[in-house]
């Protein structure tokens, strides 16, 4: 019988047990699982129809410590490995809803620059009220005029007293439109990356103002364009010293590339499982699909895949607990999750048929949320070219 790997431990006394995953990570994950059983999979269609979530959500997700995940402990963080960062990216896919995931983890982007390099007063404010779900955190980097040529951002940020005052815009913001607390890239000073500083902008800040974007996909996860109007930003806000805002967002973007391959990973597997249950269930030509040599070949390349991502990810991230920083399989892992997510999401809608047409199941779902993957964190083609460079070509 094909079980999901979610599902080992409860079916099977974690008859698929990994070497990776200690007694520890299992139980956290049975927490996930009732988590996302219970709060997230019921509203997820209607969540995504209606384009967002209950904000109360953020609280419940703090209270069984998925929020704190990596961060620091005196701050309300909670200490965890890559491995428990994969089982909470993991769980939360099962849902196939990757709208309310990308939302409700925003601050995974948004704040570890706060927690890495803001001033310790900034921090103590800040990072408490993220961490318990009464404040929402986003990262500010993409603009209209480019996306992952972060080195040439125009987004100006003025020194004049105390303060800084920005002026500029971003666009396709997650959680742009909720956002407390804007972790953002601006032009301090020449041009190139060591012009580039991160500064903490506050929700309520005067001269702010979001304009709210329609999406292929992810419609429950509120996405925005941002308009700085000579916003002034006390400088105490300043995330790190001046000029040094490239280096840590490249050290963030690292963290968020191995997030978005654990949950593509995921959703994949979503999509496997569920073509396997309607390819049981639907009947054609007298026979369930799942007894067409065809439907039974496409099951098998996608479980193939699935696997092999898995395998690579896991291995990825046995190498960062050692002390590694292999740039080039990261971005590699992430391209090889996508494509991953991207050919299950077909097959499962082709083997759905009309039915995967029709709003309402995972997979249709997931199909729409392939190409924001595929693009956010960094393109595939410059995944390619970065990875490329690290192997010294």
């Keep these: 019988m094909f ?10 006394a974690h008859a698929m047990k990994s070497p990776f995953y200690t007694a520890e990570h299992d139980a956290f994950r049975d927490v996930m699982s009732r988590f996302v059983d219970k709060e997230i999979a019921p509203f997820a ?51 196939g809803a990757g709208g309310i995931s990308a939302s409700l983890m925003s ?50 940020a003025r020194r004049d007293g105390n ?15 909720r956002a407390d607390y804007l972790t953002v890239a601006a032009r301090t000073g020449g041009e190139g990356a060591g012009g580039v500083s991160l ?22 996860s509120d996405t925005a364009t941002l308009h700085f109007d000579d916003c002034r930003v006390p400088a105490e806000n300043l995330i790190g010293e001046e000029g040094q805002g490239f280096k840590i967002i490249m050290q963030n973007f690292n963290s968020e590339r191995i997030g978005m391959a654990a949950g593509c990973t995921a959703f994949a597997r979503v999509c496997l499982d569920e073509a396997v249950a309607y ?26 895949k699935v696997a092999a991502s898995q395998a690579m990810l896991e291995m990825l991230a046995w190498r960062l607990e050692q002390g590694e920083s292999p740039v080039a399989e990261i971005c590699m892992m992430k391209n090889q999750a996508t ?24 997979a249709e ?24 460079r690290q192997m010294g070509l």
């Design 3 to 12: 079980r999901p790997w979610w599902n080992a431990k409860r079916e099977s």
């Design 45 to 95: 269609h209607e969540w995504d129809e209606a384009g967002e979530f209950p904000r109360a959500l953020y609280r419940r997700a703090a209270e069984i410590g998925l929020l704190g995940l990596g961060f620091p402990e005196e701050h309300g963080g909670i200490a965890a490995d890559q491995f428990m960062k994969i089982v909470a990216s993991q769980e939360l896919a099962r849902a």
């Design 107 to 156: 601050h995974t982007i948004g704040s570890p620059p706060i927690a890495r390099a803001a001033r310790p007063e900034v921090k103590a404010r800040v990072l408490p009220q993220v961490l318990s779900g009464e404040k929402i955190s986003a990262l500010a980097i993409t603009e209209p005029g480019g996306g992952s040529d972060v080195a040439n951002l125009r987004t100006r």
């Design 163 to 177: 303060h800084y005052v920005v002026s500029g815009e971003k666009t396709f913001i997650t959680s742009g439109m």
């Design 199 to 220: 500064l903490l902008i506050e929700g309520d800040t005067p001269g702010l103002s979001r304009t709210k974007l329609k999406k292929m996909g992810w419609w429950a």
């Design 279 to 304: 390819a049981k269930e639907r009947k054609t030509f007298g026979k369930p699909l799942a007894q067409h040599q065809v439907i039974r070949h496409k099951i098998v390349d996608m479980a193939q």
């Design 339 to 362: 494509q991953t997510m991207a050919f299950c999401a077909s097959e499962a809608v082709q083997i759905f048929g009309g039915a995967g047409f029709m709003r309402g199941i995972k």
């Design 365 to 388: 779902r997931i199909y729409r949320e392939v190409k924001v993957n595929a693009i956010g964190g960094g393109t595939e083609e410059i995944m390619k070219d970065l990875a490329s």
